[in-house]
């Protein structure tokens, strides 16, 4: 699907009163209420950014040690999972004993930004997936949300980073669900009706987010050089964009992007260890990119370079409103068509200091008229006031986005709100989106973020050569009932049997479904990003109206016959005379990473046969320089090196890749024979266990090797459907020793191919009738997790902090905590009082911070001491980790006497 830029809607300049939030939370809670008996002030933040994995927060340190070094600013870091299903290009360690490696590299690796506090929420890592509703189920929604809203209330940040919403192709599905969980807590968190337990039981209070910030929304390009700064906002951007350059000097002379790449080599286990050096030229230093989501806070219009995300919010304005003030902009409706007036409600919210009576200005366009005369009165601390407009939409006005500024000037200070808001036509067609996108767009409207909605522009995948029905939604936006045409135009190389469909009274505010049977007349055509996007015009005319125009997309993917064949093929990794009668199919398409330098660098065709119900597929790679071997103990992840991937969707339909089968064959490892294994699909895991049935082999040779492999259909998580099996064939080219990919290719070649079983390619399996559908099992979702409270770094964390390990409810009074610790004789005995049954996992810590002991241990209220044995030294500090039977936890330290 393609990116469109954000979407056409709405609001920018904040919702003082996030949608349900009550009237005082917009702006920041009196100190005393947040403080009772909670964390310590020393856990306040300025900036918290929210990830899914560690190293998400990567790309935006250089950023963030600016901030504090320049400005004071602290921030800190919400990782949700610990990366447990990631690579690791360092050791065989994989689930929770690989989550431990990562916090550390991440830890390491923010320190060098001075972000000292990172706090992991302690949810599983599944598996590479583009899909948010997947990381929803293996989540959940209410816990990882009061966990993330407790984080917020108990660091207060004014300013919260995160990654992408919206499911553009390649966008891993946990990176879109954190922003998703960000954003719900920024409204959630300032509403004292929103997990009460905190306030009430905690001691924590409602806080108001003034800003929220994405890092990659919006993005369309890597910009790079000092001019990066100047640039505005796209077309279509939720809101403001800023842009921070790199190339500034840093503490000990080097510019931040260096410091930046130094922390990034500190994540081993992503195969970060060798990234190159940071260029000199300035204009090689690269900016970081944010898009306000989200906002509270007044704004300084045009405001650019490094401190302009955090003006407003976090910084003051020169001759601004305080800090702490709330502005917001709301519409009536979220669309609006020419010659119509609607309501427009400005929201203000006093912080820590009163705001003196003042005036509201809305400033429209040529032709817009408004009504009311905008003045409010005086607002003590705390307090909330709304001032209230009717707008009138000019009748010839245009169709678009249309920005609309508020401008508010009390006591001499001023501030600046945004209202972004879309006139559309009144009746517009759109082509349906896809089931990801549409949960997307549920999810902006239940959220009050209609800006968001259109962040992609609708596509739809047909088969070169073939054909399907494409689902087209007419939407009446005027107020009265509509009648007309829509119309189709196909691109060239596609017909449409019937290009009109007729609407007839359609009421306002409904929508009516129609399909349109498209055909692609070019089997030929080129696929994925090699051409196979072709935008096409979709048009509605309303009786006596204006005609309304949107492009959506077919994305063209490839398309193959699959011959049966008498006898079956050996599976010796040769391709014998008459065992694969079909043409050779081409998967030299680059999806992601380096081009080839040349088909000797990297290239690969491949065919198919079946047998009987065992589908045969036979890949030959050209690949002059082989990547490292894995040890066979070592056989997954197969990105980190040379290796062939066969991804079916048995039906063609798959939402994600939980209903797939997706098989990986290394073409040797250490001990010379190749191994085969499932990533990422319905049941991950050794291919011995996973895909019974499944038969492999591998030849080398120089400047390449052949894979071929036997997969019988019974082997597939349900049954097949022969008529629009989806696949994909995909190859990953190292050329080096640190377990590192450089280039993927494969048949059909779209970014992040392979969690979007949509755009795979689509076969027909000759000969073989269909049967009675079976659905595919329930997937097996790999849900260990390390917990917070079995990490010494998280405990220390919370020791130092006063909070909870794992964003997890407080024990409190209820806790197992140490009281005394002492070494005699190579051991350490650990004291606990104990007020409640649960578990503890206590750790014996040398000078330098290292681990040296550790246990777990179930406890019963009372005294009970742990004995450590500590063979190699005496132990200096010992932590330790508790957790209730219901999920409450604490932590606790006692120094070795």
């Avoid at 992408?164 to 954003?183: E, I, M, T, V």
């Avoid at 660098?601 to 002059?624: E, I």
């Avoid at 290292?850 to 241990?857: E, K, M």
Wanted: charged share 20%; glycine share 12%; aromatic share 4%.
């Amino acid at each position: 699907m393609r990116a469109a830029g954000f979407g056409t809607v709405l609001l920018l300049a904040t919702t003082a009163v996030a949608a349900g939030g009550p009237a005082h939370a917009a702006g920041p809670a009196p100190a005393a209420a947040t403080r009772a008996s909670g964390p310590a002030a020393e856990a306040d933040l300025g900036v918290l950014f929210v990830g899914a994995h560690p190293d998400d927060e990567a790309s935006l340190l250089s950023t963030f040690g600016l901030w504090g070094h320049e400005h004071g600013v602290r921030s800190g870091v919400v990782t949700i999972t610990r990366g447990e299903g990631g690579g690791n290009a360092v050791g065989p360690e994989e689930g929770p004993a690989l989550g431990l490696l990562r916090e550390a590299e991440e830890r390491r690796a923010v320190a060098g930004a001075g972000v000292t506090d990172v706090y992991n929420l302690d949810e599983p890592d599944l598996y590479y997936t583009v899909s948010a509703p997947l990381t929803a189920r293996a989540w959940g929604h209410d816990d990882v949300l009061g966990k993330l809203v407790r984080v917020v209330r108990q660091t207060r940040p004014g300013v919260v980073v995160t990654m992408d919403p919206a499911p553009a192709p390649g966008n891993h599905g946990n990176h879109q669900y954190a922003a998703r969980l960000a954003l719900e807590a920024y409204r959630l968190a300032a509403d004292p009706a929103a997990f009460p337990e905190q306030i009430d039981r905690e001691g924590l209070g409602p806080w108001s987010v003034r800003r929220v910030l994405s890092n990659a929304a919006g993005a369309d390009e890597e910009l790079r050089g000092p001019d990066c700064e100047s640039r505005t906002a796209q077309a279509g951007s939720p809101g403001p964009e800023y842009f921070v350059w790199g190339g500034r000097r840093a503490p000990g002379g080097i510019t931040w992007e260096q410091r930046e790449r130094l922390s990034e080599r500190e994540y081993a286990t992503q195969g970060w260890a060798s990234r190159p050096n940071v260029p000199e030229d300035p204009a090689e230093i690269g900016c970081d990119h944010l898009t306000e989501l989200a906002n509270r806070a007044p704004h300084v219009p045009g405001a650019r370079g490094p401190e302009a995300p955090l003006v407003g919010a976090l910084l003051p304005a020169p001759g601004g409103l305080p800090l702490g003030t709330a502005v917001s902009a709301t519409a009536e409706r979220p669309h609006v068509i020419a010659g119509e007036r609607f309501g427009v409600r400005v929201g203000l919210s006093a912080g820590e200091r009163a705001l003196p009576g003042g005036t509201v200005t809305l400033e429209l366009p040529p032709g817009w008229q408004v009504e009311g005369d905008g003045s409010f009165a005086a607002l003590p601390p705390g307090a909330s006031a709304g001032v209230e407009f009717t707008v009138t939409v000019p009748v010839d006005q245009r169709a678009g986005r249309v920005a609309l500024p508020v401008r508010v000037l009390s006591g001499g200070e001023q501030g600046t709100a945004e209202l972004r808001l879309d006139v559309v036509p009144p009746v517009v067609a759109e082509q349906s989106p896809l089931p990801a996108v549409a949960d997307f767009q549920r999810w902006t409207v239940e959220q009050g973020l209609p800006a968001l909605r259109d962040a992609l522009a609708p596509v739809w995948t047909i088969p070169a050569g073939g054909a399907r029905e494409v689902p087209v939604v007419i939407r009446n936006h005027a107020r009265s009932p509509q009648s007309g045409v829509v119309r189709v135009e196909p691109p060239e190389g596609f017909a449409v049997g019937d290009p009109e469909r007729w609407f007839d009274a359609l009421a306002p505010g409904a929508t009516e479904s129609v399909a349109f049977d498209v055909r692609s007349t070019d089997p030929h055509a080129p696929t994925g990003m090699r051409g196979g996007d072709h935008p096409y015009a979709l048009t509605a005319q309303p009786d006596g109206g204006p005609a309304a125009r949107s492009e959506p997309a077919l994305e063209v993917v490839p398309a193959a016959a699959v011959p049966a064949t008498t006898a079956p093929p050996a599976v010796d990794g040769r391709a014998g005379a008459e065992e694969y009668p079909g043409p050779a199919l081409e998967l030299s398409a680059r999806w992601e990473g380096d081009e080839c330098a040349s088909r000797d660098d990297c290239s690969a065709t491949a065919k198919l046969a079946r047998h009987g119900d065992v589908l045969h597929v036979l890949v030959d790679v050209v690949d002059d320089v082989r990547g490292r071997a894995l040890a066979a103990r070592d056989c997954k992840r197969h990105w980190r090196t040379d290796a062939v991937e066969i991804a079916i969707d048995p039906k063609g339909g798959s939402e994600n890749t939980s209903s797939t089968f997706k098989l990986a064959v290394l073409p040797r490892t250490e001990a010379g024979p190749p191994c085969h294994f499932r990533d990422a699909d319905n049941h991950q895991g050794p291919g011995a266990e996973t895909a019974p049935g499944v038969r492999i082999a591998s030849v080398e040779r120089d400047g390449g090797y052949t894979v071929e492999a036997a997969i019988p259909l019974s082997a597939l998580p349900g049954s097949a459907d022969p008529a629009r099996m989806g696949l994909d064939l995909l190859v990953y080219d190292s050329d080096t020793d640190d377990l590192t990919g450089q280039t993927r290719i494969g048949w059909s070649a779209w970014g992040g191919v392979q969690g979007d079983p949509y755009r795979w390619g689509r076969v027909v399996l000759e000969g073989l009738p269909g049967g009675e559908p079976v659905p595919a099992p329930e997937p097996r979702l790999p849900l260990d997790a390390l917990a917070s409270v079995a990490s010494p770094g998280s405990l220390a964390q919370s020791v130092r902090l006063g909070t909870a390990p794992g964003g997890a409810r407080p024990a409190g009074d209820f806790a197992a905590r140490l009281v005394d610790a002492r070494t005699a004789h190579g051991e350490v005995h650990a004291k606990l009082t104990v007020n409640t049954p649960g578990t503890v996992h206590v750790f014996v810590l040398d000078p330098a911070g290292v681990v040296v002991a550790d246990q777990v241990v179930p406890v019963e209220p009372g005294e009970r001491q742990v004995v450590l044995a500590v063979p190699h030294g005496s132990g200096s500090r010992v932590l330790a980790g508790f957790t209730t039977p219901d999920g409450a936890t604490a932590a606790s330290a006692a120094d070795v006497r």
